[in-house]
């Protein structure tokens, strides 16, 4: 019976991410630093939705080892 709810939480949120990077899937390009010498430093356009869905999920990661760290 866990593994089934397991299933579904982790189904519902593949499908709610999903939707987010759907429904935010133009490219934007972030420029890193001004111009120096006539260069733009830049990221290549990724769409904004997966640079939100990275950032919580990395978020996530982080505040997960700390709370492993802060256990020892």
Request: glycine residues 6%; positive net charge; without cysteine.
């Amino acid at each position: 019976m866990r593994f089934l709810l397991y299933f579904l939480f982790f189904t519902l949120l593949l499908f709610i991410l999903s939707y987010l990077i759907y429904l935010n899937r133009f490219p934007t390009e972030f420029v890193l630093t001004p111009e120096f010498n006539g260069v733009y430093y830049r990221i290549p356009p990724v769409p904004l939705g997966l640079l939100v869905v990275g950032a919580v999920l990395l978020g996530f990661f982080i505040g997960y080892l700390f709370a492993l760290i802060s256990k020892r």
